[in-house]
């Protein structure tokens, strides 16, 4: 079945250095790509979606690109800050039957920025 | 616009005990959604539902009931806790789940911290 596969943490960096979070899916056809984050105390929140091959979601600094050829979605950022500090998810729609499809989730990057 | 709000915020339940957890959305979304979600597992899917007076089972549904009486409440049962069930627990919502919804996101409530000793 369609699953997402994300490298896991936690991820520890100095505020002003280079962030990827590595993300590759398995999937039938081409769904939309979503990251969510997840602050401290906090429910999940959408970050960014990609919803075509090719495409390139961005928000707060962040960008993702979809690409099929290496079927990824990897999440960088060129300068993190430390509110950045936080839980991120990579997810994909994965078939659940009746013609309905429910989000899959990797099990979290716990990313920490310090100062 | 309160989004997706969540009751109670904590809890803490003896063994066998049971209780409710209530999920509320005010954006007229049809899909609800409960997850659990544990260290190092990510979040897992508990049940969900594709309108009101509709439920479904997700991955892990053992051990939990749920109901949709109106489309902007989504209950969460217990009817025996235990010690297993301890967890977060994260209700969302989203526009139709359909083909279409592959372009859609869900929207996530606060939280439930649920313990059971």
């Known amino acids: 079945g369609d699953s997402v596969t994300q490298m896991e943490g936690p991820v520890t960096l100095s505020e002003e250095a280079f962030l990827t979070i590595n993300c590759t899916y398995t999937?039938?056809?081409?769904?939309?790509l979503f990251w969510y984050v997840q602050y401290p105390g906090e429910g999940l929140q959408l970050l960014l979606k990609a919803t075509k091959a090719d495409d390139k979601g961005s928000n707060k600094g962040f960008e993702a690109t979809y690409r099929k050829e290496t079927t990824s979605f990897h999440l960088e950022k060129g300068s993190v800050q430390v509110s950045d500090s936080a839980v991120y998810f990579c997810?994909?729609?994965?078939?659940?039957?009746?013609?309905?499809?429910?989000?899959?989730f990797g099990k979290g990057t716990k990313l920490s920025v310090i100062p | 616009n309160a989004g997706v709000t969540q009751t109670p915020k904590f809890r803490v339940l003896k063994t066998g005990q049971s209780m409710t957890l209530l999920c509320a959305q005010d954006?007229?979304?049809?899909?609800m959604y409960w997850y659990r979600q544990d260290p190092g597992m990510g979040l897992r899917l508990i049940h969900y539902s594709v309108g009101e007076g509709t439920t479904a089972k997700g991955e892990v549904p053992d051990g939990y009931n749920v109901s949709r009486l109106k489309k902007q409440n989504f209950l969460l049962g217990l009817e025996s806790a235990a010690p297993s069930q301890t967890s977060v627990y994260f209700c969302?919502?989203?526009?139709?789940?359909?083909?279409?919804?592959?372009?859609?996101?869900?929207?996530f409530g606060p939280g439930t911290r649920l313990t059971v000793t």
């Open positions: 969302a919502s989203s526009w139709n789940g359909g083909q279409a919804s592959r372009g859609y996101e869900q929207y």
């Open positions: 954006m007229n979304h049809e899909y």
């Open positions: 997810a994909l729609p994965a078939y659940s039957g009746a013609g309905s499809y429910q989000l899959t």
């Open positions: 999937a039938t056809g081409y769904p939309s």
